[in-house]
């Protein structure tokens, strides 16, 4: 029996950035965390008979997966259920039916580096038990320099996205009363349709700095007002490809330059779980600068909506 945390890797529409990821985490992959679980998308929503992708792509997403893991697990949807179902799907798999410690989660558009799952596993051993850390990944600084990483190569910081991340079971267990809204306002519905409005005046007024109404920015976000922040090496060890997607254009992905992104070859494991007050100084970093970007948004919209003098 497998005692590392399970794996599953989250699926839509994008076949060939699927199979770069699959590639690439096949070549790490040694069973020790038992077979590899794709939870895949459909095309077509139950809800408003909307087609959001190809049932071609769909298809060749499962083939891609089955010829590359034969032992792998598919859980497909028979609809388009949308990406904050599908998580859910997966994290209640393997924290409520298979009761994980933690999961490992990867989407369709990073590569890893030959070092990742091992750091994952490192981390896993280092921040478990008491620590205050909910989530955790290894795809480092996207746009750092080779140099600047073999520099700063044990540093943590804060994570950006939860991109190729583990979660504790414990931290999500805390989460889902302050996630309920979300779910309720999102999850039987399609998921471009959920209520911006009413997401963000509920977790604002509730001292929830939500900046986005994404899964992902919620998520954050409720994880930091639990006092527990996702934590990232500095040095690079995952390549974004995602230059087309629900969240990105490939002008946007150029403009980012994520193109230019370098992984750091070699690891090194001198790493430290950061002190207590580490931890709160991230929390408030977190926290003031999702205040401070709201105001400003805010601030931006009134200029914007005053009348213009005569």
């Given amino acids: 029996m497998t005692t590392k945390p399970p794996i599953a890797v989250m699926s839509f529409n994008r076949p ?3 199979r770069q990821v699959l590639v690439s985490l096949a070549a790490q ?9 794709l ?11 909307k087609r959001a992708a190809d049932p071609d792509d769909i298809e ?3 083939a891609i997966f089955s010829a590359i893991f034969p032992n792998g697990i598919v859980h497909q949807s028979d609809s388009n259920i949308g990406v904050a179902q599908n998580f859910l799907n997966a994290e209640r798999l393997f924290f409520e039916e298979m009761q994980a410690e933690a999961a490992y ?9 030959p070092y990742y799952l091992r750091l994952l596993d490192f981390f896993y051993e280092m921040y478990r038990g008491p620590k205050k850390v909910g989530y955790f990944a290894a795809y480092g600084h996207l746009k750092a320099t080779s140099a600047d990483q073999i520099k700063r ?13 583990g979660l504790f079971r414990h931290h999500w267990l805390e989460m889902q009363p302050l996630m309920q809204v979300f779910y309720d306002v999102t999850l039987g519905r399609d ?8 997401i963000r005046a509920h977790y604002r007024g509730n001292g929830i700095m939500v900046g986005v109404t994404s899964q992902d920015d919620v998520k954050k976000a409720v994880s930091y007002a639990l006092k527990r922040p996702s934590l990232n090496t500095f040095a690079t060890y995952g390549r974004y490809i995602g230059a087309t997607g629900l969240h990105m254009t490939p002008e ?6 994520y193109k230019l992104t370098e992984w750091l070859d070699g690891v090194d494991f001198g790493f430290k779980h950061p002190t207590d007050a580490q931890i709160e100084k991230m929390v408030a970093d977190e926290v003031a600068g999702r205040r401070a970007n709201i105001e400003k948004q805010a601030a931006e919209a009134a200029a914007k909506a005053a009348p213009k003098p005569a």
């Fill in 191 to 198: 998921y471009k349709s959920r209520d911006h409005d009413l």
């Fill in 105 to 113: 989660f990867f989407e369709d558009d990073m590569i890893l580096s």
């Fill in 16 to 18: 060939d950035y699927l």
């Fill in 29 to 37: 992959d040694d069973g020790s965390h038992g077979p590899i679980h």
């Fill in 252 to 257: 946007a992905f150029e403009r980012h330059g």
């Fill in 39 to 49: 939870f895949q998308d459909g095309a077509v929503s139950a809800v408003s008979g």
């Fill in 153 to 165: 190569r044990t540093e943590l910081r804060r994570l950006a996205h939860h991109w190729g991340f």
């Fill in 60 to 62: 060749q997403c499962v």
